[in-house]
């Protein structure tokens, strides 16, 4: 079964600091979507962003961008600048892909943000 | 454009009740998915709906909890008789289809569930 295990369950960062959160995922699956949403306290679900794996270029948006490395199955966020804004609740999540394409979370990393 | 709308936000029931939480997607989208986050915890996916069909509920409780997705109107989650442990943030997120290019799934603001 597809699993995905974030094993950090808190950071923090110095505002304006380079900050980066760990995820790997298990799977025998070739072609499949990877994803970083981001849980404010309000409890959205808000997509930072998605890398393909049939891409070997990493996805970036702005200050974010991933690290992805398919043969080890590992799949991080970077995070540049860090604003205070950023400070939230990130949760990395597999496409299962096939006719349903239902998500796979991991457990999420907590993230502080100082001034 | 409105996104995916859930209402209520937040939804008080004594144990024994029925809760019953609402879905509308996004324009144009005719699936659906719920998703469960307990406390302290990720989002774990519970049923996945197309317009009057349940496609695959493999992470839906065996008793209590229905889903439906009717050709006009919002999709509902219904839990029957509910327990403490249905205290949770319940998701629903919705998508145009199922191929690469209709990712990814949009979320709504999700509806917390208290049990007293």
């Known amino acids: 079964a597809q699993t995905v295990t974030q094993s950090q369950p808190e950071m923090s960062v110095q505002e304006a600091e380079t900050v980066t959160l760990s995820c790997t995922y298990d799977?025998?699956?070739?072609?499949?979507?990877l994803f970083w949403y981001k849980q404010p306290p309000s409890r959205q679900m808000i997509l930072v962003i998605r890398q393909e794996a049939y891409k070997q270029q990493n996805a970036t948006e702005n200050r974010f961008s991933v690290n992805f490395q398919k043969a080890a199955k590992s799949f991080s966020l970077k995070i540049s600048d860090s604003q205070l804004g950023d400070a939230a609740m990130y949760f990395c999540?597999?496409?299962?892909?096939?006719?349903?394409?239902?998500?796979?979370f991991g457990t999420g990393t907590l993230l502080a943000v100082q001034p | 454009n409105a996104g995916v709308m859930q209402n209520p936000r937040h939804l008080v029931r004594r144990r024994g009740q029925e809760a019953r939480l609402r879905c509308s997607p996004m324009k144009g989208h005719s699936h659906v998915y719920w998703y469960r986050q307990l406390p302290e915890e990720g989002l774990k996916f519970m049923v996945y709906?197309?317009?009057?069909?349940?496609?695959?509920e493999s992470g839906m409780p065996k008793e209590r909890f229905s889903a439906e997705f009717p050709k006009e109107g919002p999709s509902i989650l219904r839990i029957q008789q509910v327990v403490r442990g249905d205290s949770a943030a319940y998701f629903c997120?919705?998508?145009?289809?199922?191929?690469?290019?209709?990712?990814?799934?949009?979320f709504g603001d999700g509806t917390r569930l208290s049990i007293l």
């Open positions: 709906l197309q317009k009057e069909n349940i496609i695959d």
């Open positions: 799977t025998s699956e070739s072609d499949y979507y």
């Open positions: 997120a919705s998508s145009p289809g199922t191929g690469w290019m209709d990712q990814p799934q949009h």
């Open positions: 999540a597999y496409d299962y892909g096939g006719a349903t394409n239902k998500l796979i």
